[in-house]
């Protein structure tokens, strides 16, 4: 199946590392991303990783990807206010173009 | 360049009703997609269409909903009758097509209410 689960609500300081978690069960090859979605907003693609991959930075940004566990995860460096949303891991595989995703993981940070 | 537009922001009806969503995709983007987002859940697929097109229709409901893609740019999604369950965002998105590394772009939502 195209399960991907996430854990639902974190808080972080202003200035300090968030990260955020899913697990998934489709093995098969795959990409797998990080959408962002503030208020009122649609959903905004951060980063994706390939399945053929274990880590991917970009800026402040760092995926890992334990194919063995089927875990991602995502660490937001230096955390700011305007991190604040709702983060969704999402997980699409070859012959199906469909992108499953997560309940979502709300992310507060405080001043 | 302009995002993904979609109208009305807001809708509140009664169950039993019918109601309509229009969503016009970035200029040039072949691949558009439907998805349904309930309050504290992930979104998820309804339809997705190729230029005019559907590739994937499997988790629309179809005794209730249906979606078309005239001349391959606007879309509409239509529910007819709507039911509670149905309270939801529905997302409009798209993308220049539909390879697994291509960007989706979503539309602010359209959030319907049924009473």
């Known amino acids: 199946g195209e399960d991907v689960e996430q854990s639902l609500f974190l808080s972080v300081r202003e200035g300090d590392s968030s990260v955020i978690n899913c697990t998934y069960t489709?093995?098969?090859?795959?990409?797998l991303y990080w959408y962002k979605q503030e208020p009122g907003a649609g959903l905004q693609l951060l980063t994706y990783?390939?399945?053929?991959?274990d880590m991917k930075q970009d800026q402040r940004l760092t995926v890992l990807l334990n194919k063995k566990d089927k875990h991602l995860s995502l660490r937001i460096a230096d955390t700011q206010t305007g991190d604040s949303a709702i983060y969704f891991c999402a997980q699409r595989r070859y012959g199906n173009n469909r992108l499953a995703f997560g309940k979502g993981n709300q992310v507060v940070v405080i001043p | 360049e302009a995002g993904v537009a979609q109208s009305p922001r807001y809708k509140i009806i009664e169950k039993r009703q019918s109601v309509a969503f229009w969503c016009n995709p970035i200029?040039?983007?072949?691949?558009l997609y439907w998805y349904q987002q309930i309050l504290g859940q992930g979104p998820k697929l309804l339809i997705q269409f190729q230029n005019n097109g559907v590739v994937d229709d499997s988790q629309l409901p179809k005794d209730r909903f249906s979606a078309e893609r005239l001349k391959g740019v606007d879309s509409t999604l239509k529910i007819q009758p709507a039911k509670l369950e149905d309270s939801a965002v529905y997302l409009c998105?798209?993308?220049?097509?539909?390879?697994?590394?291509?960007?989706?772009?979503f539309g602010q939502g359209t959030r319907l209410t049924v009473v």
């Open positions: 990783i390939f399945s053929n991959m």
């Open positions: 998105a798209s993308s220049l097509s539909d390879s697994m590394n291509t960007e989706a772009f």
């Open positions: 200029s040039g983007h072949a691949t």
């Open positions: 489709d093995s098969s090859s795959t990409y």
